[in-house]
């Protein structure tokens, strides 16, 4: 490759949330049985919540923005549920794996969710 050659990313493709179902929303047993999970997270609920749990600052601005907040402490006034009731709202996400899932109409405010890694079989079959 020369050394000023352009490398173009594909477009990534713009796509309903309905377009991945109903698990995308809420992984097995949340939101009432199962904690979220705040370090990859494979729903929108764990999403909301690792957003609001590792990302301080990006979930300020946030509920700033779309919540008409003036002050920064005001934030944590911000429940999940009215998030997800956003994201519903919105109805649209892109990418596959993370997911990138829009919080506004203008995807300004985001969160991302992976997909589940499958687990290997570890057992080996001796010959």
């Known amino acids: 490759m020369a ?7 594909r477009a990534t ?5 309905d377009s ?5 929303i809420y992984a097995r047993g949340e939101p009432y ?5 705040l370090e990859r997270p494979h729903s929108v609920w764990s999403a909301i919540h690792a957003l609001q749990a590792n990302e301080p600052e990006r979930w300020a601005a ?13 934030a944590a006034k911000v429940m999940a549920e009215g998030v997800l009731w956003k994201i519903k709202a919105v109805n649209t996400c892109e990418g596959t794996n993370p997911v990138r899932i829009w919080i506004d109409p203008e995807g300004k405010h985001w969160v991302e969710v992976y997909a589940r890694r499958r ?6 079959v001796s010959g």
């Not at 050394?3 to 990313?9: E, M, P, Q, S």
């Not at 991945?20 to 995308?24: A, D, F, I, S």
């Not at 049985?33 to 999970?37: H, L």
């Not at 946030?62 to 005001?74: P, T, W």
């Open 20 to 24: 991945y179902g109903p698990e995308l």
């Open 3 to 9: 050394k000023n050659a352009i490398v173009l990313k």
């Open 13 to 17: 493709e713009i796509v309903s949330l």
């Open 119 to 124: 687990k290997r079989n570890s057992a080996r």
């Open 33 to 37: 049985f199962a904690e979220p999970d």
């Open 62 to 74: 946030m509920a700033r923005e779309l919540y008409g907040l003036r002050r920064r402490s005001d």
